[in-house]
């Protein structure tokens, strides 16, 4: 009897393990022109999100040459072979959807969310700009888009309080050439120098069925929208092989102390280090390790700098995830009548803590489940961005497997405060790392001091 208890107790506890797993099923399909498409059936709501990733970013641009993935996001919206300037909007808005793009160094992702009896348009709409959209393009409308990109870079960088800390961080953390040495947006005088064939070569190389992934998830038929794909992305001829990416590996061995004028009312203190990359070992620990540091306001940082000591006014910290390699990020301003060595001075005796002594067992208990409630909230959604369908999309670039929900998630829930502490150890050297410091104009006695410099 008490064998018979015992392997009914051992089979619920494994039953509850597997009732724990996330489960999304899927069917990967591969056109014969090299387009990746992904389909999940989710019947939850009558709604599809349609997202394709290109796997070109602002990392795949050459020196001299920098802004194009994102000068394309702007470009896609302008009109395509069959598509009026104006009307992949207005469609989409008529059919009860709404759509999206970003951009960042690893992809640029276009994305719409529809009613399911809506799905045909998205697919019409995103494969006339995948094949069509050269057709649509002209000196003049390039020339048009150059300018409000040229606009925003001075909305968001020039003219933006703070806003020229990461073109200034990038260039000093990593080295000139490297595919993360300049910003997303690029350089005022590379979208100057770019031609007009310098732009369609872009398109052309990177912007092609076999260097896409299309991801369709929610209330869809999969046979029929394999149909539906076949027949608006089919006949679009594959490109040529996409040249790889080959960065030189980096590592900054060296604290580089800079300092900029702005026109800021507060000092802000930025600490960057380079960290793992998405997935690589570290990645996971250095998430946590941002949010005990600056996740709510009982974590260490927020707490000794915004409530306890009252010297600054914000504070965050978190790990940037990338495909060749990541940033660890602090970011603190201070309060009317602080300087930024204060901040620093708290900053690092708080690293220093965790590198002497692993974090609590409850700080990465709470900041594992901060980071699962987050992620189960994501897998809630089919569409939108960081949806059920961009994470599909999401994981097969990055790992090559589109189901990779669960091990990403145990790599969070496997952590112990030591995984912490000797991550924190190896990637936040005090001898590799950028810190910039942006005070007032007139303001330098605010900055963080120079080497060997007394205050």
Not at 50 to 61: A, D, L, M, P, R
Not at 109 to 124: C, G, H, K, Q, R
Not at 203 to 229: Q, R
Not at 372 to 401: H, I, M, V, W
Request: charged share 25%; with cysteine; hydrophobic share 35%.
């Amino acid at each position: 009897m008490k064998s018979f208890l015992f392997l009914f107790l051992v089979m619920c506890i494994s039953l509850s393990a597997q009732e724990k797993q996330i489960s999304i099923p899927f069917i990967r399909y591969v056109l014969p022109n090299g387009l990746n498409v992904i389909l999940h059936e989710d019947h939850s709501t009558p709604t599809v999100g349609v997202n394709i990733w290109y796997h070109v970013g602002s990392g795949y641009e050459k020196p001299g040459r920098t802004g194009f993935a994102h000068l394309f996001e702007h470009l896609m919206f302008m009109g395509s072979g069959h598509v009026k300037q104006g009307e992949f909007d207005k469609l989409l808005e008529t059919a009860g959807g709404d759509n999206n793009g970003s951009t960042n160094e690893d992809r640029t992702n276009y994305f719409e969310d529809v009613p399911s009896n809506a799905l045909e348009l998205p697919l019409y709409l995103d494969s006339d700009r995948m094949g069509f959209l050269v057709d649509a393009m002209s000196p003049q409308s390039v020339d048009a888009q150059r300018s409000v990109v040229k606009n925003e870079r001075r909305q968001s960088y020039e003219n933006r309080p703070y806003g020229l800390a990461w073109e200034t961080i990038y260039k000093n953390l990593y080295p000139a050439g490297h595919p993360y040495s300049w910003t997303t947006i690029g350089s005022m005088e590379d979208l100057s120098a770019a031609s007009y064939e310098d732009v369609v070569q872009f398109f052309k190389t990177y912007y092609v069925p076999n260097n896409a992934s299309l991801s369709i998830a929610g209330d869809i038929n999969p046979s029929e929208t394999i149909k539906l794909v076949e027949k608006w992305f089919g006949k679009i001829p594959a490109g040529k092989p996409v040249p790889p990416q080959n960065p030189v590996a980096t590592k900054l061995t060296e604290e580089k102390i800079v300092t900029l004028e702005d026109k800021v009312q507060l000092p802000r203190l930025y600490m960057v280090w380079i960290s793992p990359q998405r997935f690589a070992p570290g990645d996971a620990e250095l998430d946590i390790l941002g949010s005990i540091l600056s996740g709510g306001k009982s974590s260490r940082l927020y707490k000794r700098l915004v409530y306890d000591l009252q010297i600054a006014q914000d504070v965050s910290a978190s790990q940037n995830s990338s495909k060749l390699s990541s940033q660890f990020m602090i970011i603190a301003t201070a309060r009317a009548g602080h300087n930024l060595d204060e901040l620093k001075k708290v900053i690092q005796e708080e690293i220093d803590k965790i590198k002497n002594n692993p974090p609590e067992q409850r700080e990465v208990q709470r900041a594992v489940n901060q980071y699962e409630a987050s992620f189960l909230d994501r897998l809630e959604r089919p569409g939108g961005f960081g949806g059920k369908a961009d994470l599909l999309n999401d994981y097969y670039y990055y790992t090559g497997n589109p189901d990779y929900f669960n091990e990403d998630l145990a790599r969070y829930k496997a952590l112990s405060p030591g995984d912490i502490q000797a991550m924190t150890q190896t990637y936040l050297p005090d001898n590799g790392r950028v810190i910039l410091s942006i005070v007032p104009k007139g303001k330098l006695d605010l900055a963080v001091s120079q080497k060997g410099e007394l205050r």
